[in-house]
């Protein structure tokens, strides 16, 4: 086992210089943030406008009253300028000298964009489980894609294969995946979890909803419970970095993800996140 330590001296006497090591980064004490991630092809950031209000509301919403959206855009297309096939992780937290879980009203908004090179994604279908990990809940924060994750790390944990994804509940309502929104279809309606009391409102989601209704297929939110999964004919889950996923199977049960059947509509709507959606 390696273990790496770092150790940070708040010391007066210290060069000004040596003092700014002892800044508090609160995203790695408390996981005072949020972030995003994109993708960016040929230097464009797929569905940048949504990513950058997806920023701006949670900044709202976690009171970061610094925020500054222009400035957050032109360091995004800086970096996609230079990685035009890549993508974007970015992160926002608050950096401070003052120590506690309260936040200093001068705190400095600290952004960091991590960059990866764009592969393509090698698993075309994946297979669903229930986690044991339950989800946490909490109203005030439901939607936002915070950095306290612990959730998702537990529940990731717990997949058995790369092309497995585990599905996270709160008691007997179904949420979202551990890295995913969840689409299925029930009763021959497309429907998905309702967010208000846990969970991330995504990117792709909310996008897919709108090209469903573009193309005249109704897609519902709805109340999801474990119950519900056993009658499911379909399903798919989304994420920005996979796009449309569909869904195999769930436990046992194979699914009508061969889509020669049941779902052209989302051939279709795979067909349109490829080119950008």
Request: glycine share 4%; charged share 25%.
């Amino acid at each position: 086992m390696d273990i790496t330590t770092k150790i940070y001296i708040d010391d007066e006497n210290r060069s000004s210089n040596a003092q700014s090591s002892a800044y508090l980064s609160r995203d790695a004490l408390f996981g005072d943030g949020f972030f995003t991630t994109a993708i960016v092809r040929n230097s464009c950031i797929v569905n940048k406008s949504r990513h950058l209000s997806r920023l701006k509301e949670s900044a709202e919403r976690l009171k970061f009253n610094q925020w500054n959206t222009k400035k957050i855009e032109l360091s995004m297309d800086d970096v996609a300028t230079k990685y035009p096939d890549s993508i974007l992780r970015i992160s926002c937290s608050r950096k401070q000298k003052e120590r506690g879980y309260a936040f200093s009203a001068n705190a400095t908004i600290q952004c960091e964009i991590a960059v990866q090179k764009l592969k393509e994604f090698p698993y075309e279908t994946c297979h669903l489980k229930i986690a044991e990990t339950p989800i946490s809940v909490n109203e005030m924060l439901a939607g936002i894609k915070h950095l306290n994750r612990l959730d998702n790390v537990m529940a990731s944990s717990e997949c058995d294969a790369p092309n497995q994804e585990v599905l996270m509940c709160n008691d007997e309502r179904v949420i979202c995946g551990s890295r995913s929104n969840l689409f299925v279809k029930l009763d021959g309606e497309w429907i998905t979890p309702i967010i208000s009391d846990c969970g991330i409102n995504g990117v792709t989601q909310n996008r897919v909803i709108e090209k469903m209704n573009e193309l005249g297929i109704a897609c519902k939110y709805k109340n999801i419970v474990k119950m519900d999964l056993k009658k499911i004919t379909s399903s798919f889950v989304t994420n920005s970095i996979v796009g449309i996923w569909p869904v195999a199977s769930f436990e046992s049960s194979e699914l009508g993800v061969d889509l020669k059947l049941d779902v052209d509509c989302v051939l279709q709507l795979k067909n349109k996140l490829e080119i950008g959606l």
